[in-house]
């Protein structure tokens, strides 16, 4: 995927990261890609932190502010909205929170390529994360493989590239942390090929995460129920049709 460099952009949704959001986003920039930070109506100063570094890196940063926090959903949504408006054919997702590696998106890059959508996993297993986060990544996978009849060790990763324009059908039906989850499953109903490739994973001192273990879990719970219902109705078929097509093609 080297060839469509290029044509990538690294979008990373912000919100109250105060504390990581300069390190993160520096790092990134040192990727030789552009950065596009959507600030989800922060307000702990991190647009002021992202403002700054703006002024010394005004070619390839910008900033793109919800006024009101909206969710991770809702600012990846606004994160590839702008990416398509500017020509951009993939988008490579993190988190500022500083758990993700910019350094790792080399490896994620050799094995993009059209129609695949790339998941940096995680070692859930690692001294260190958090155990309602990996319990709640371990359900979603086991719904995961129901939902889809493919197997991914961590659907809750944002860590990402996504081929923004074959997504752009995806309509997001929440605008939490779930939206990730649906992001995959309909990409799978829709053919795309996901791909895993593990990534280094750290939870600095100073992290602010906002997934709440129970709240958010119970909101996972909701939309499983609601993606095992569309994959009877809608999931399987279309995956079958996807299937016979492929056949027909060879």
């Not at 923004?164 to 039906?173: A, D, K, T, W, Y």
Request: proline fraction near 5%; glycine fraction near 8%.
């Amino acid at each position: 995927m080297s060839s469509a460099r290029q044509n990538t952009i690294i979008v990373i949704p912000a919100y109250n990261n105060a504390g990581t959001v300069s390190a993160v986003v520096t790092r990134a920039l040192g990727q030789d890609l552009p950065v596009l930070v959507v600030n989800d109506g922060s307000t702990d100063g991190t647009y002021a932190i992202l403002e700054a570094l703006r002024q010394q890196e005004s070619q390839r940063l910008q900033i793109l502010t919800i006024a009101k926090n909206s969710g991770k959903g809702h600012a990846l949504k606004e994160g590839f909205r702008f990416a398509r408006q500017n020509g951009y054919d993939y988008v490579i997702t993190l988190d500022a929170d500083g758990q993700h590696f910019p350094e790792d998106i080399p490896a994620l890059l050799e094995v993009g390529a059209p129609r695949t959508l790339v998941v940096g996993c995680r070692n859930l297993t690692a001294d260190g994360m958090p155990r309602g986060n990996t319990f709640a990544n371990r359900f979603a996978n086991f719904w995961f493989e129901i939902q889809t009849l493919g197997r991914i060790p961590d659907t809750q990763s944002g860590f990402r590239i996504y081929p923004v324009r074959e997504i752009s059908g995806v309509r997001l039906m929440t605008s939490r942390y779930e939206a990730e989850l649906l992001l995959l499953v309909f990409s799978a109903w829709k053919g795309l090929r996901i791909v895993s490739v593990p990534i280094r994973v750290d939870y600095p001192e100073n992290r602010v995460t906002h997934f709440h273990p129970v709240r958010d879990f119970m909101r996972i719970f909701a939309l499983n129920t609601l993606l095992c219902i569309l994959a009877v109705i809608y999931g399987y078929p279309r995956m079958f049709f996807n299937w016979l097509l492929g056949r027909r093609s060879r």
